[in-house]
């Protein structure tokens, strides 16, 4: 296998984070990856893509994400800036024939998603979103148990993604606030995780009624004044499957003492799983066939036998983390892009089918009634 | 204080729990709690009537209901019968100037709760709703919490109370699946719990938007026919407080792995409080207050430092079990009774706002609307 | 059935858990148990005897627990005194022809509960001994897997008991720290616990090692005064059973922050079990056969499959508490007393069982070396 | 600062996870630590070496280890091979000049651990050994805590470490079931995690009474021959403290059902902390002056706030793993080198305090008495 050679535009914390991702999954999966040259890299901010350089091993940096989109010497493109910049990004290295790996949520909206995915299909290049918690191993194992019928019919699927970093008033204004270059607040930046981690486990969401919150609504500016806020601090919905089964969604950052608390679960009519990732070394699977006098909620500990986790570690729960969640979906891309098509998502089509349903989510919050999902066809 | 004479109608399981909880509290908790005289006994079916004589201490039995309600030496009429029977019942018991305690829910929809209001209203005597959920030490510890400003403002307020115990389809039909007889299936049988304890904690719902489904749509009757069911086997619903905050309850009894789980988060600007009945000598506590380094949930153990647990146990998590739960109620009912007024609810009115609510429930899950709860004044 | 006639020697906080028991366990497990005749009561405090007569239902009250023991209308003597006093009142009771019920433990030493032993084998009566806990349900069901063999050979068998109700110098002078009225501090009060319920799940107990500790070494008595502890508030034991196994006991009534922590963890070949009071709902099981990737600690939540909660509840994790503890334990010996046998223990065997090892305890504590249990024939 | 120029000597399992952590550190930490030069690598497998320097980017890998510790271009040899080649290896570096850092246990004995102390501090070479736990945010969290005084005087002082991966007959026999090779066996491989943690945080034991366990006594070898285990499967220890503190310690790699369950508790005069790796993004600690209706075991979740995870992570709860541990130990071990002293530990004193108690507990076991720890000096 040649080397993938990387080009990354955003080199913030989530720019660090896939740094680390690449180099973690060559050396934790060997051979079984292709090896990895981080070609170029470049930022808004200059300073940070030289810090790329210094610190995280990227061979040089641009000052133009063009120069990235269309360098000759890069495979991919990885995408890791404010989430309005991704669509022309994405639509420029595709049109250059790059490879493209995106931050989620993959678009403002759902048009601007479906651009991206029919660019993607016209081009025959692999496409990456970067909903890393479906690929880590509890969810991925929670999924082969549904996939199993070791659960039977779903029946309720619900998911909640719940943290407080931005609680307090005291949070100054910034990019996330704003609608329009944010798109919506807590709903896009960690409900998106909600909605794709129960389509991927529970098929397509077909209706929904939702409430949005917004508990703070002006922040403090740079430059001192109270400005408004344009978008959720929560979001509550109620969904309908196109399978029949039901459920809810609760996405906040106000959510007191909830540090970083995806969850979900997925009842069926002969058994259950559940998840947090505030304790994501576990899974939890209730299997009703048991005897009757020794059932209950097996509290399976994350490890070797489980998908995704294998070649990590020697024994279950040694402890896999958030940078590991990070290098078990860089092994995905990389061996996606090994291939030159697409083995496992999730792609840009995963993160078309979450930004239809935000929409929609948005559209029933406004309306106060249940709203039918629309779907595009690609 | 006089001994207060009770008269039951209903002596099923739920008349057996109230049997062992007039005597448990008057050994429990003294003096402090007026002596019992279970004087008069009755039920639909005549043995289990008898058996309430021959086993659980009452003096006589009787064949109609009216000659409970009717007597002389009853001072309370405690109803456990099944629901369509509670308004008349309760009516009659008033008519006859006997206080009444009316099992959960107090009437099949909230015409009837408001009737049995205007008539409790104008007879001035005490009357009492088996929601013995709020009463619980770590429920009235949570309130007591949020009423101290604990855990500031109220953002987010959800509940749940998932059983199993109806989701396998060999469960055979009974009059809890005909509509005409239980007014809902898990709705009004466990969702009327959350709708309770959530206004308890969080005040009054405003709007609701729900879906209510059906796993299992034929049972098999006693002559082997297969019935219709024309009840919800889960509810969720999507819940806005009149104070701003918001929230959603799921409640199912086909809810595979959960066994008795009625559970809820309220969420507040400076801390958040939670609770399941699976862990009920449990309340978790998270005060935001604390400093950064040693923040986080507490698991407070209930024991006797909590309301309603004073006088039982001599540490915390000594274990207080479902008929402790029942003790404790039957403890602030006999006190009402003795000072012949209400001191603690829940009254009449309490069954009222959760009947009103899930009134509601049923039109917006008919809708697919957000619908507006009508409050009937008294 | 006739009623069985109960004699009430000490009416104290343990006297009133006695009281409620028998109570419930008529009311509970109707038919299945004799009725329950409460005949007579006394304590070294006469108002707390009267108490029992006003307000627990005893029939009448004397003033000298001889006049208890010899009494024509009683078929069983309850014991619920301090500890110095069991085996007068036990013999004195079997040698009026009566069942005896002890409180544990039964003796200050194995030498005085192998005297009630031999009195007890040469009177054919029933007897008794308050270990409670090895009747509860959940641990109950430990002992049927264990027995079952799910698993397999018991390798490791580990208790402990923490509560921290006397880890605070300011608690008072009292008999239980007096090692001349109490036998031992920590060890006798929790520790016999630990110690019954290992040798319950794991078979005797050969040798023991052992640690004890006074944290606290002086108290103040009821005179103001400053007078010495001579008991243990903590006792750690590494002990060997006859079978093989080993492992590790910590009892502590200075246990900061565990309220009523009794637990337990048996370790075999093929599976494993555990438990802890302050989730007293729950038992843990782990079955290594089971599939590798779905393999995981099984949280049982206690319900009507389990040995001694079946009648009590309609659904598992309904709640079952301290006063139930009784109820059950009243049920096994109020069908002794009807059968006239022993159905089930625990028994003054196991009493003296217990008294062995904690003889061997303080020897090994006070020694610094490992000593083997002296066991007593019977 | 310079670069510091690493000498690796064993290329298995745990210089994979070394050569992922020195990377890790210099991505994480930036310019907080020194950049690393991964300059030569090592193996008794030149194999594994020669992978080392293709996936894991070591420059050049040698045949003899005595290559790597006598480099000219090497500052630090880092030492992963079995426990009875480090003394060897450690004291040849020393001799020219490196310094040193090994993985535990540090040597088969307290004699071969003391002459690696008294090597090292003639040398006045930086040494580190491979206690990560120690470093782990929610344990030095627990240190920072019991330092502040926030759990008062340590009455007792606990540990385990539980896995169960070598519970099964049927794994093969190796080095590590070899007394001669190993020193020991669950003792030396895993509870000297637990002593060491122990004497961390509650300072030096002076005393130990054990019992050491060999479940499977004979395992088959390469040749299909049965080979004696010479080494234990299990140790329990009772432990004194020089602060009169007391503990037990249970060490176990055939622990049926625990896979990864280093774990501890404290418990003070006021207060107390536990842990477990099997939740290793959790603290739990109890404050007994918190008010009494509010008091609890708070569930601290590891992040920004705790010693040694600041600069990873942006919230709490993110999830740190195995190798975030080992990336926290070489941000620890890159300080001390560039500043050519030891700022924080543990060094090869700490191992040789750990040897010094493996060794009482090895003859303790032996004889049946308890026995003092012979502490040498330095």
């Not at 048009?111 to 990456?128: F, I, K, N």
Request: proline share 4%; hydrophobic share 45%; with cysteine.
């Amino acid at each position: 296998m040649q080397a993938v050679r990387i080009g990354l535009v955003g080199a913030g914390f989530m720019g660090k984070i896939h740094s680390i991702a690449y180099r973690n999954a060559a050396m934790l999966f060997g051979h079984e990856v292709p090896a990895v040259d981080p070609v170029v890299v470049t930022d808004f901010d200059p300073a940070l893509a030289e810090r790329a350089v210094s610190d995280w091993g990227w061979s040089r940096s641009v000052r133009d994400w063009h120069e990235v989109t269309s360098s000759n010497d890069v495979d991919v493109v990885d995408i890791c800036t404010p989430n309005d910049t991704h669509v022309d990004i994405a639509l420029d290295a595709l049109a250059h024939g790059k490879h493209v790996l995106c931050e989620k949520p993959l678009a403002l909206d759902a048009d601007g998603a479906h651009r991206l995915c029919q660019a993607a299909a016209a081009s025959g290049l692999v496409t990456q979103v970067g909903f890393v918690y479906r690929q880590w191993p509890g969810v991925a194992m929670a999924r082969k148990l549904i996939d199993e019928g070791a659960i039977g019919d779903v029946r309720t699927a619900r998911a909640q993604f719940l943290l407080d970093y931005n609680g307090n008033p005291d949070v100054p204004m910034s990019w996330r606030f704003d609608r329009n270059r944010a798109g919506s607040g807590a709903l896009g930046d960690v409900g998106s995780h909600c909605i794709d981690l129960l389509q991927f486990l529970a098929g397509p969401i077909s209706h929904v009624a939702a409430r949005m919150q917004t508990f703070i609504p002006r922040r403090t500016a740079h430059d001192g004044s109270l400005v408004d806020v344009s978008v959720d601090d929560q979001t509550e919905i109620l969904a309908d499957f196109e399978s029949g089964a039901s459920g809810t969604i609760l996405a906040s950052w106000a959510g007191t003492g909830h540090k970083c608390d995806l969850g979900f679960e997925v009842i069926g009519s002969r058994g259950s799983v559940s998840f947090s990732w505030e304790r994501s070394n576990e899974l939890r699977f209730f299997d009703s066939t048991d005897p009757a006098d020794r059932q209950g909620y097996r509290t399976i500990l994350v490890g070797p036998a489980h998908p995704g986790a294998d070649g990590i570690h020697t024994v279950a729960a040694q402890g896999l983390g958030y940078t590991d969640a990070f290098a078990i979906a860089a092994r995905n891309t990389l061996r996606n892009l090994a291939a030159g098509r697409v083995l496992s998502g999730p792609t840009f089509v995963d993160g078309l089918r979450v930004a239809e349903v935000t929409d929609a989510v948005i559209h029933a919050a406004a309306d106060g009634s249940r709203v039918a999902v629309t779907r595009r066809t690609l």
